[in-house]
Structures are given as C-alpha cells and as structure tokens.
C-alpha cells in the first residue's frame, strides 16, 4: 500500500485504512466505531470496506476556552474522563477549573449521544471487536476516553485504527489497545488537518446520515 500524503479527504484514508484492516473483513463480532465527529466519514469507509456495523463513540476533547486547540483530557459516555495530569500541573490548573470545563463538555457530549443513537439501544459491544477509528491522533486524549469506553462496556478485543497520528500520542497509547494501526507518523507534526487537503468540519446531519446510510445498507445485505 503506497501512501501519497496528505489524503484528499477523509473519505480516501478511510479506503487506504481499510485495506490495513482487511484481516477484520466479514468477521461477524467485529464493529468500526468512528469517533466524533471527525473519525465518522472515515469509520464508515472502513466499514463498509470490512461488511461490517458501523456505530459512533461520542468524545470531547477538555481544553481551555482561552486555549482551545490544547487539550487537557477527554471525555467519553459511562461517565469516561481522562485527563493529562503532568500538562494540568504546568498549566497550574485548579480542580474547580477543570470540573467547570468537564461539565460543559458533558452537556454537548450528552446532546451528541441522544441525537446520534436516536433512540436505538445502548451501544453493545460485549463479545465483540471493536475497531476504534479516528481521522487522526494530535495528543491521543480522546482516543484514550474512547479505549477506555470500549474496555467499560466488555468488548474483547480492542482496535486503534487511524490514518495519521503523532509519534508522541502513538507512545501515550502504546500497550492501551490490543492492536494499534496507524498508516503514518511523520516526525514533524503539528495536527491532524495538515495531513489532509479537505479537512472541513463535519456536521451533526453528516454524522447521522452516515449512520442511518450503513444501518440501511446492513438490512438490505441481511435481507438478500
């Protein structure tokens, strides 16, 4: 697999991740699960590549409203938080500060998951691999929530799969997952968008027609 940096878009390291994935093709206890927002367009690609389910895990990243692009931890559903204690130390941050930051961050997160899961029942994921997808790995806080998550709800088997990650994440998370697949990590990097020629947000409405078109997809498949 010849990598030619940066990826178009996120579509296109979805299709290049899964051929990196393809020992997990039609195996029936494995789930891609895209982390929100941005993981969700690649997530699907895998996927749909795979002929397997596709659902979401919600994340938030923690950061200071005066310093949103450096993030202090993350948050994910069942109550998950992970925060970078040695960074939280040098920003000389107070416990009632980060609780301020946490609980706003809950609220969003708390819409996300409503919204996205519409009702359906709770993610399961017992028995099952889960192959966790993000767009990219910057300081790997929410993919350490989203590990975290799967490991809360008793999956067996734990996949960090990602296009693109930093060599400094890529150690936070070493030994966190059972299998760890990141299709590059360039010495020099300054985050996860520089690697990608469109990196345009992506929506609420683009995260739940994602899923909605994969949950239509795997009725027709079943149905044939």
Same mark, same amino acid.
């Given at each position: 697999m010849k990598l030619d940096l940066p990826y178009?878009?996120?579509?296109?390291? @979805? *299709?290049?991740?899964? &051929?990196?994935?393809?020992?997990?093709?039609?195996?029936?206890?494995v789930m891609v699960l895209?982390?929100?927002?941005?993981?969700?367009?690649?997530a699907a690609e895998v996927a749909l590549?795979?002929?397997?389910?596709?659902?979401?895990?919600?994340?938030?990243?923690?950061?200071l409203p005066s310093e949103p692009e450096l993030a202090i931890g993350a948050i994910a559903g069942d109550g998950i938080q992970v925060l970078d204690q040695e960074f939280i130390r040098v920003l000389g941050l107070t416990d009632a500060e980060i609780v301020e930051v946490a609980a706003s961050q809950r609220n969003e997160l708390n819409r996300q998951e409503a919204l996205y899961h519409g @009702? *359906?029942?709770?993610? &399961?994921?017992?028995?099952?691999t889960a192959v966790l997808v993000d767009d990219g790995l910057a300081t790997g806080s929410t993919m350490l929530a989203a590990v975290a998550f799967a490991r809360k709800r008793a999956a067996k088997r734990v996949v960090i799969a990602v296009p693109i990650g930093s060599v400094a994440a890529?150690?936070?998370?070493?030994?966190?997952?059972d299998e760890c697949v990141c299709l590059a990590a360039p010495d020099r990097f300054y985050a996860?968008?520089?690697w990608y020629w469109n990196?345009?947000?992506?929506?609420?409405?683009?995260?739940?027609?994602?899923?909605?078109?994969s949950a239509k997809l795997a009725m027709t498949v079943s149905a044939a």
């Amino acid at each position: 697999m010849k990598l030619d940096l940066p990826y178009r878009n996120r579509s296109e390291a @979805g *299709r290049f991740l899964a &051929e990196a994935l393809s020992h997990y093709k039609t195996k029936p206890d494995v789930m891609v699960l895209g982390l929100t927002r941005g993981g969700i367009p690649v997530a699907a690609e895998v996927a749909l590549a795979l002929g397997v389910p596709l659902d979401v895990i919600v994340v938030r990243k923690l950061a200071l409203p005066s310093e949103p692009e450096l993030a202090i931890g993350a948050i994910a559903g069942d109550g998950i938080q992970v925060l970078d204690q040695e960074f939280i130390r040098v920003l000389g941050l107070t416990d009632a500060e980060i609780v301020e930051v946490a609980a706003s961050q809950r609220n969003e997160l708390n819409r996300q998951e409503a919204l996205y899961h519409g @009702g *359906r029942p709770p993610l &399961e994921l017992k028995e099952r691999t889960a192959v966790l997808v993000d767009d990219g790995l910057a300081t790997g806080s929410t993919m350490l929530a989203a590990v975290a998550f799967a490991r809360k709800r008793a999956a067996k088997r734990v996949v960090i799969a990602v296009p693109i990650g930093s060599v400094a994440a890529l150690k936070k998370l070493g030994g966190k997952a059972d299998e760890c697949v990141c299709l590059a990590a360039p010495d020099r990097f300054y985050a996860v968008g520089e690697w990608y020629w469109n990196f345009l947000p992506v929506s609420d409405d683009e995260v739940v027609k994602f899923l909605n078109d994969s949950a239509k997809l795997a009725m027709t498949v079943s149905a044939a």
